[in-house]
C-alpha cells in the first residue's frame, strides 16, 4: 500500500487510516530511501527557525500526523526533547513508539472533533506530509490553534501542487487561512515553497504564529 493508492478517491478518516496501518511497515523505506522524502527535515527546519533562540529542552512540541516519527526523528537530532504525537493509524504510531522519540502518543483522528489535549499546551506543532487527499482538512486549523499557546508556532509542509489539485484545498486552505488571521488567532510568519518534497515535486511549508 502506497500514498498513491491513497491519493486516488476520496476515504473517510477510518479507511485512511486503514491504508497507513497496511503501509506502516513499508512507510520509512519507500518514502525516505525510495522516493527521498524532505518534508520530515523542511518542517523541522522550519520549527526550529520558528523557535529561535528557545531552550530545546524545555519547549514541548506537537508532531501532527506524525506517522511513524520521522520528523520527530529530526527534531530530536536537533535537540528538542519534550515531543507529544498524534495520528488517526495506530499501526504508524506503533512503529514511533518504537523509536522512544515521543512522550505521549495519541490515536486519534484530527479535525473539528477535540483532541484529548489542554488548551496552550504546546509551544509549537510540527505537521508534515499531512496535507493530501483524504487526509487533513481545514477545518482542523481551530483545534490546531487551541492546544498552541499564544506565542507558539504552527508549521504545515506538504506536496504544493495539492493546493490546486486536491477538492477539499481548492479555494479552500488558504481562504481558511486568511480567515482564520482576520479573525485574530494567528498571524502568517512565511510561506515558502521548496523543490524536491520528494522525487521532484515541490514542497510548501506554512509557519503561523498563534495569537
Ligand atoms: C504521509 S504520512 C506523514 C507522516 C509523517 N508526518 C511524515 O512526514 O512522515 C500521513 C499521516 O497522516 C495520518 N493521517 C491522515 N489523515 C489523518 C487524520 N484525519 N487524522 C490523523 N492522522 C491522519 C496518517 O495516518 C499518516 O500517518
Not at 43 to 56: M, Q
Not at 133 to 138: A, F, G, R, T, V
Request: hydrophobic share 35%.
Amino acid at each position: 500500500m502506497s500514498t498513491y493508492h491513497i491519493s486516488d478517491s476520496k476515504l473517510d478518516p477510518e479507511t485512511t487510516a486503514k491504508h497507513y496501518d497496511s503501509w506502516a511497515g513499508q512507510y520509512d523505506e519507500e518514502t525516505v530511501t525510495r522516493l527521498h522524502y524532505t518534508g520530515h527535515n523542511v518542517c523541522a527546519d522550519a520549527v526550529a527557525k520558528s523557535l529561535g533562540g528557545s531552550d530545546r529542552g524545555k519547549v514541548r512540541i506537537l508532531d501532527v500526523a506524525a506517522g511513524t516519527g520521522l520528523c520527530g526523528e529530526e527534531l530530536v537530532q536537533l535537540g528538542f526533547t519534550d515531543i507529544d504525537a498524534v495520528d488517526g493509524s495506530q499501526d504508524m504510531l506503533n512503529l514511533a513508539e518504537r523509536k522512544q522519540i515521543y512522550k505521549r502518543l495519541i490515536c486519534d483522528f484530527v479535525g473539528p472533533n477535540r483532541l484529548d489535549i489542554e488548551n496552550d499546551t504546546y509551544d509549537a506543532i510540527a505537521c508534515c506530509g499531512s496535507f493530501a487527499p483524504s487526509h487533513l482538512k481545514e477545518d482542523c486549523l481551530p483545534e490546531l490553534i487551541r492546544v498552541v499557546k499564544p506565542g507558539g508556532y504552527i508549521v504545515i509542509t506538504f506536496r504544493e501542487e495539492y493546493l490546486h489539485t486536491v477538492e477539499d484545498y481548492k479555494d479552500k486552505l488558504e481562504p481558511t487561512m486568511a480567515r482564520l488571521q482576520d479573525e485574530g488567532l494567528w498571524e502568517r510568519v512565511s510561506r515558502e515553497t521548496f523543490p524536491k518534497f520528494y522525487e521532484d515535486k515541490d514542497g510548501i511549508t506554512f509557519v503561523y504564529k498563534v495569537l
